[in-house]
Each structure stands twice: as C-alpha cells, then as structure tokens.
C-alpha cells in the first residue's frame, strides 16, 4: 500500500519517536516499504551569525553530522533491512521541510509523533497538526 513512509523525528525528543517508528516499522513490512526518517534543524539567522561565520559553518556541520549520528542509532532498533531506511537531515521550517521531502520522495505517508494533548495543544502538538493540515498524502499521528 505505502511504499515509501517518511518520519519526521526530533532527534533530541526520541521518546516522542519510538511509539511513530514501531508503527512505520509495522507498516514497512506488511508492504515492503521504505522509511524515511527525518530530522529538520532549525535555520541560523544571518544576523545572528555576522562576524562569526567560520564557527556558524563548524557549528552546523557539526549538527548535522550530531544528527546523522542519533538518526542511525534509531535505524538499529529497527527491525528492517538497512536498505529500507533512509536518513534525512534538513534545517528551516519543520512543516515546510516535511512536506518538500515528502512531495520529492513521493511518500505514500507520513507519521508523526505527538505529545498527549493539553490545554495549550488542544488536539495535537503544534507541528504535528500544522503538518495533518498541509500535507498532501495520509498523515498518521501517533501517541
């Protein structure tokens, strides 16, 4: 059915992602589909960077192989082919990142981890319903 499944994850909030991975793990393999997980960094701010620019370029790739690095930890506890998983690191708008890979990968769904719900969340986490409300595939919510 889903032959690819994209997983957006906060690599720093993994326990948000276990329950969301267990389920495209379950998914995967009654289809024999691909995951794709998905960490979006946040942007630095040129303004914020000014006169520092040789240590905002250490700083960033030093995240984003920080990132790389707890991603494939979390791929191991996958019980899947390591051809099945793919890792994805991206920086800017969480919505917007997850949406542009899931449109390029032609990704049948997303699922997505969320925090159980409170006064300020109503629903669902912030970025959780802000990516149900503009994706263009089925987006589970996993809690």
Do not use: C, W
């Given at each position: 059915?889903y ?14 992602a276990?329950?969301?991975?267990q ?9 024999s ?6 960490h979006?960094?946040?942007?630095f ?16 790739e030093?995240?984003?192989?920080n ?18 998983v ?30 159980n719900p409170n006064i ?12 149900v409300r ?10």
């Amino acid at each position: 059915m889903y032959k690819k499944i994209l997983v957006p994850v906060d690599v720093y909030e993994t326990g948000l992602a276990d329950k969301a991975l267990q389920h495209a793990q379950f998914l995967a393999k009654s289809a024999s589909a691909e995951i794709h997980l998905l960490h979006v960094m946040p942007a630095f701010s040129a303004e914020l960077t000014r006169g520092f620019i040789s240590d905002a370029r250490k700083m960033d790739e030093y995240m984003i192989n920080n990132s790389k690095e707890k991603l494939a930890a979390l791929v191991k506890k996958l019980n899947l082919p390591q051809e099945h998983v793919h890792i994805h690191v991206r920086s800017g708008n969480i919505r917007d990142e997850v949406i542009k890979l899931a449109d390029e990968l032609g990704a049948g769904a997303i699922i997505v981890g969320s925090r159980n719900p409170n006064i300020q969340t109503h629903l669902l986490g912030s970025e959780a319903a802000s990516i149900v409300r503009y994706a263009h595939v089925p987006v589970f919510v996993i809690r």
